[in-house]
């Protein structure tokens, strides 16, 4: 028999703890308070538990599920609610849920911010046995009865959405309804059906972000959840009765090899997980998770308030950074409204154009004689704040510390090696001491402000020095966090960027120890705007730095384009800057005002989708619009890219009267306002429009 045991208001969205009499099991369930009276508790349906975990030694799960998944083992099926407590302190309200077995004493915790749109779950795990006792699961938050609006099974009106990704194509939207997933249940309610995807490895945005929305058509509402952990993780969606339940954490031992062994009284903690609900579509749940992340914020340099330019060059130089043609870099942007240069990859490189020897991070005397010094005064004097790129965290094949194997990550005894790449072990003090030196001490040495962070391949499942291959990687990767925040300590006004051959590491715990991140390597393609705009749904613009790669070939089309992709979030440019005319420049020049007036948007607005699907991204059909809303500013951005077969007349909807108050376009392009919707004309294929409105 199934009752409410309680519910609790957190700004708009209503949590409803569901218990069990008969099992005794203890579940959650969340829905926006405008439908709270509208909660049926009545159908075949049953509570499943707030936390999933599973012991070793314990049965799995049954209705044909061991092997994908381990949702509801026994384990989970004898934690017995014992008490619910909630604890107020300042703003935040906090509900302790204590579950209880013969093995593990087990604490959820649902807290809330009063003010904000989301909720914060995490889950504490204590071995209360005499004995060591293995977890091979534990799920960071878990809910379930979606959706109990009606008391009959209505499988037909959800769908789940999930954000794709792989190498320069991050984000990409995949919805589904969940009757195409099988996600429906058997004429007897005892056959499984679970979705359960994520990754593995250190990558941890490779296939998939960390990141899940369940939709309920028929009523209007979203449940969203994201999930903050830099290694394997798992998410699922469960069906075995006319409910869906869903849950994420790390990934387990089927899905990511995890296995934690808990001595007598240890305790382990999960990663946290974000969820809210609200009424709207998947871009108002995506809005609400990503508001979670405006903390990060309040935590950058000071420096980085108004969202400043970054010139990079990469694909300037190619990989071959000089004193020469730094100098020649700065000669070219100084006074553009550039405030950080950057050195990237190759200035440490033994010969020209090679890169092995990556982990060594001597300096090239022969790109840079007499060392960095000479590059750093002249970024200096011309303005600007200096950068450098480092891939501290691995080995390449030509670098001493390659053949240093007591400082590498092991499997079977033998180095983890991916391509010519080997990776350090986090862990050890000798490897922090040693990349303190290198690293920091290089930063400290030449006065750099600005830290670019690379990591460009996948350690895999894991490693050893654990007690399983998948809890080594955990042990690993946070120790890799914890050599941020010890840059962060040391040199406290550093800003730092947060990239993996582009997108692969773009999850919420990575943000939140940087000040930006690189959204992709695409950056020379046409698909960069479609990028940047889906990456708004996984992290804030304000921390997505975006790339205009410029080529003395580009004409009065290709450079709006290029540069309007960078009011999608951070401006970075790069390229062919020597050898640009006035005209060019000009164009270049007009894009840069008009970002600064925009940043407003762009670190406080609200995101809007428009256009038409995009379905390929090596050859795009169509357009797309981004809107943003800054309401505190009364500002609105709004940026329209046009791909093949652009069409004649765009019409963008407007919320209430506003006016035009500037455009960054090509003349022949038309803009104007009727009633409530904006009218763009005369855009031709591979164009690119800003419009600022007020």
């Not at 599973?54 to 799960?61: L, S």
Request: one cysteine or more; hydrophobic letters at 35%.
């Amino acid at each position: 028999m199934i009752e409410i045991y309680k519910k609790y208001h957190f700004g708009d969205m209503t949590a409803i703890y569901l218990h069990d009499k008969n099992t005794k099991l203890l579940g959650l369930t969340l829905l926006p308070t405008a439908l709270e009276d509208k909660f049926c508790i009545k159908g075949r349906w049953n509570v499943e538990s707030l936390v999933q975990v599973k012991a070793v030694g314990d049965p799995y799960p049954d209705g044909f599920s061991h092997g994908h998944t381990m949702r509801n083992s026994r384990t989970t099926r004898k934690l017995f609610f014992k008490e619910q407590l909630v604890e107020e302190k300042d703003n935040v309200t906090m509900v302790k849920t204590i579950l209880q077995s013969d093995k593990l004493n087990v604490v959820h915790q649902l807290s809330y911010i009063e003010g904000e749109k989301t909720l914060t779950s995490v889950t504490k795990i204590t071995n209360i046995t005499e004995s060591s006792l293995g977890i091979e699961m534990v799920s960071s938050y878990s809910v379930c009865g979606f959706s109990s609006l009606e008391e009959e099974e209505r499988m037909g009106d959800f769908k789940l959405h999930r954000l794709r990704s792989k190498w320069s194509a991050e984000g990409k939207l995949d919805s589904a309804r969940l009757l195409d997933l099988q996600l429906e249940p058997s004429w007897m309610r005892s056959g499984v059906q679970s979705v359960r995807y994520g990754e593995v490895g250190s990558m941890p945005v490779r296939k998939f972000f960390p990141w899940m929305v369940l939709e309920d058509e028929k009523y209007g509402y979203c449940i969203g959840s994201q999930l903050y952990h830099p290694a394997s993780w798992q998410m699922e969606v469960y069906n075995r009765d006319d409910r869906i339940a869903f849950s994420g954490g790390i990934a387990d031992r089927e899905f990511g090899h995890w296995l934690k062994n808990l001595s007598s009284q240890e305790t382990f903690l999960t990663p946290k997980a974000i969820i809210t609900t609200c009424i709207g579509n998947v871009d108002e749940v995506s809005y609400r998770l990503t508001s979670a992340q405006k903390k990060n914020l309040t935590r950058v340099p000071e420096v980085e308030k108004n969202l400043p330019i970054v010139f990079n060059e990469f694909c300037t130089t190619w990989g071959s950074p000089s004193t020469e043609n730094i100098k020649k870099i700065v000669g070219a942007v100084k006074g553009k409204g550039v405030k950080y240069c950057v050195i990237d990859a190759g200035w440490y490189a033994a010969k020209i154009g090679d890169w092995g020897n990556v982990g060594d991070w001597e300096c090239n005397d022969t790109l840079f004689p007499g060392g960095l010094q000479d590059a750093v005064n002249a970024i200096q004097e011309g303005g600007m704040i200096p950068g450098i790129w480092f891939e501290f965290e691995i080995a390449g094949r030509g670098s001493k510390v390659f053949e240093k194997e007591d400082f590498l990550l092991k499997r079977d005894g033998i180095p983890i090696q991916t391509g010519n790449r080997r990776f350090l072990d986090m862990r050890k003090p000798e490897v922090i001491e040693y990349l303190a030196e290198k690293v920091i001490g290089i930063l400290k040495k030449y006065n750099f402000g600005y830290l670019k962070v690379d990591y460009n391949d996948n350690l895999g499942i894991g490693c050893e020095g654990a007690e399983s291959l998948g809890e080594g990687l955990r042990q690993n990767m946070e120790a890799s966090q914890a050599f941020f925040r010890k840059i962060r300590r040391e040199i406290p006004d550093i800003v730092i960027e947060n990239c993996s051959s582009g997108g692969h590491r773009l999850e919420p715990s990575m943000q939140e120890l940087v000040s930006m991140s690189s959204f992709s390597d695409a950056h020379e393609c046409r698909e960069i705007p479609i990028i940047a705009a889906n990456v708004h749904r996984a992290i804030l613009p304000a921390q997505s730095q975006i790339w205009a790669v410029f080529h003395k070939t580009d004409n009065e089309k290709r450079l709006y384009y290029s540069m309007a992709n960078t009011l999608l979030g951070r401006m970075c440019l790069s390229g062919d800057i020597y050898d640009l005319s006035e005209k060019q420049w000009a164009i270049i020049d007009e894009g840069i005002r008009f970002y600064q007036e925009c940043t407003p948007c762009i670190k406080e607005g609200k995101s809007e989708f428009y256009g038409l699907p995009i379905t390929s991204y090596n050859h795009p059909v169509g357009w797309q619009g981004l809107v943003r809303s800054a309401e505190n500013y009364n500002q609105t951005m709004i940026v329209v890219h046009t791909f093949k077969n652009a069409p004649d007349r765009i019409e963008i909807p407007l919320k209430g009267l506003m006016k035009i108050d500037r455009l960054y376009k090509r003349e022949q392009v038309k803009v104007s306002i009727a009633t409530d919707f904006l009218i763009i004309e005369a855009m031709e294929d591979y164009e690119g429009i800003g419009i600022l409105l007020f």
